[in-house]
């Protein structure tokens, strides 16, 4: 029987490697560094999500103005290019293309207000709405544009008629100070 004491006895001896003191120490040590470096990961990895999103959503918009822009050329009849020139006298046909393609850009701005104006903006964020508040300030300096938009604004998010008709107010105040 002494045998089997002594064998049982050298056997728990034998040192570990992952003892509760070691696991203790691991668990510290994961607590300590590992768990605030997570974090940090986790939140740059949404950061840069974030400015993904915002990237794709710039494009998507950019390039619903340019196809905009196509239609316009597609109706040059309309001389929607000229920016405060003289305008031709349009017939009833052409006042009614000129309507629709004013509520697609209508359309657009309130899409571009929704998904991109904040009150609070980052830079990148600023930059990006600050070009469709030009565009907005753009069309707003058209008499024509102006002219129809109490209607176009009819259904639209309120905040988004608020701000582009304060846009066209403030150019038609700088078109009669010219």
Not at 70 to 91: E, H, P, T, W
Not at 138 to 152: A, K, T
Not at 154 to 168: K, L, S, V
Request: aromatic share 10%.
């Amino acid at each position: 029987m002494g045998g089997m004491e002594h064998s049982c006895q050298s056997t728990s001896r034998v040192p570990t490697m992952f003892d509760l003191h070691t696991w203790e120490l691991l668990s510290h040590i994961v607590t300590v560094f590992g768990l605030p470096m997570a974090i940090l990961v986790f939140a740059w990895e949404q950061r840069r999500d974030r400015q993904q999103e915002e990237e794709e959503i710039h494009q998507q918009l950019s390039d619903d103005y340019t196809g905009f822009m196509k239609l316009v050329l597609d109706n040059a009849d309309l001389r929607m290019l000229q920016k405060a020139g003289i305008q031709k006298q349009l017939d009833a046909e052409q006042l009614e293309r000129r309507l629709a393609l004013f509520n697609i850009l209508v359309a657009l701005f309130e899409r571009a207000y929704l998904l991109v104006y904040e009150p609070e903006m980052s830079p990148q964020t600023k930059r990006m709405w600050q070009s469709w508040e030009d565009y907005m300030r753009e069309w707003c300096r058209r008499p024509d544009f102006r002219d129809e938009l109490p209607e176009l604004l009819q259904g639209e998010d309120p905040d988004f008629a608020r701000h582009i008709a304060a846009i066209a107010k403030d150019e038609a105040k700088a078109a009669l100070g010219q």
